[in-house]
């Protein structure tokens, strides 16, 4: 365990979570929502610093980052838990664990002691670990991923410190919930983000994710302003999120902030508790690319789905400078960050 420095104690011996704008009010020997972070004896610990419970080699893409080191490798990580509880989560295997403790068991005495598992759950990968394997491996990016970075967040700074110390750059791909205190904290060492913006509506944050939108949105602002490149994705849901109304609300909300924000308007495939819905037809990512395009969008790409549009284009002249295709990526007519056809200068982190 390590103690946590984003936390506030309070009075009759509960601790406020700093990490997330859940703002967690966490009582003696209890956890917060994500399940990591655990009131110790008046102190904050975070259970999981150190324990990777998720490790690969992936394409920048993945992420999904499309103007952000193009064609690179990035050493993703991730641990257990979340502070989101998305029905439609992909990674719900290691993000959940600590609900699915609780809907296991109900007795309180059982779950506390299967919360002490956690600790010693995942690979041992501490930050010198990580960075000297990506510095011997020629690795430019570190991706905090595969559960939302916030939770924990000491890792990922005291990982991310480290890593820009010795020039390898880092980014999150991140449900936008952390705290301005958290953010504040990590935006020196922060070089990208793609933030999930999952609806625009408050009703669908709290049925579908046990959130709110409000500090979503905030967020995407505050990022965009201390200057870290930014990337949006939305997984469109069919029945859920889909509607022209709804896309057209994200996409002119996106616009609003820089049309120069690229937009992942990304198909679902149905996981954990949305078993019932049927995957999202390319027709329906086609539409929000219209919808992306006629808002003002610079950039807009249709992913996690055979025949997206995924290929990066001049906005002024439409010259192709990015072509892809499954596994491979060519530049065609891109000169470090200009359009090689009539110089317009194209958003995003390049070397």
Request: with cysteine; proline share 5%.
């Amino acid at each position: 365990m390590y103690r946590s420095g984003l936390s506030k104690k309070m009075e009759q011996g509960r601790i406020e979570c700093l990490a997330c704008s859940h703002y967690c009010k966490i009582a003696e020997g209890r956890s917060g929502i994500c399940g990591v972070l655990r009131n110790e004896g008046g102190n904050l610990y975070l259970l999981v610093y150190g324990k990777a419970a998720a490790i690969n080699i992936d394409p920048i893409e993945k992420k999904p980052l499309f103007h952000f080191l193009p064609g690179s490798r990035t050493f993703s990580l991730g641990t257990l838990g979340c502070n989101f509880a998305c029905q439609f989560c992909q990674n719900w295997d290691i993000s959940q664990t600590w609900k699915l403790i609780k809907e296991k068991y109900s007795d309180r005495a059982q779950q506390w002691l299967r919360l002490e598992e956690i600790a010693d759950y995942g690979q041992d990968w501490p930050p010198e670990k990580i960075v000297d394997y990506c510095s011997k491996n020629r690795i430019p990016t570190i991706s905090y991923t595969y559960n939302e970075p916030a939770i924990f967040f000491e890792y990922a700074f005291d990982t991310a410190r480290l890593a820009h110390e010795n020039g390898i750059k880092n980014v999150f791909v991140s449900n936008g919930y952390e705290s301005k205190e958290a953010l504040e904290m990590i935006k020196p060492y922060l070089d990208g983000i793609n933030i999930d913006l999952k609806s625009f509506r408050n009703e669908f944050y709290a049925k579908r994710c046990q959130a709110k939108i409000q500090p979503v949105l905030e967020n995407i602002r505050r990022v965009y302003e201390a200057g870290i490149w930014i990337e949006i994705t939305t997984l469109v849901i069919p029945e859920e999120n889909g509607s022209e109304k709804e896309l057209s609300q994200i996409a002119e909300f996106i616009s609003g902030i820089s049309p120069g924000i690229p937009w992942h308007v990304s198909a679902f495939h149905p996981d954990y508790k949305m078993l019932d819905r049927a995957s999202t037809p390319l027709e329906t990512l086609q539409k929000g690319y219209q919808i992306g395009k006629q808002a003002g969008l610079q950039y807009v790409y249709t992913g996690n789905i055979f025949g997206g549009k995924e290929s990066t284009y001049c906005p002024v002249c439409g010259e192709v400078l990015i072509l892809r295709r499954p596994y491979q990526i060519e530049f065609v007519n891109f000169k470090q960050g200009d359009c090689g056809k009539c110089g317009q200068k194209i958003g995003g982190v390049w070397n």
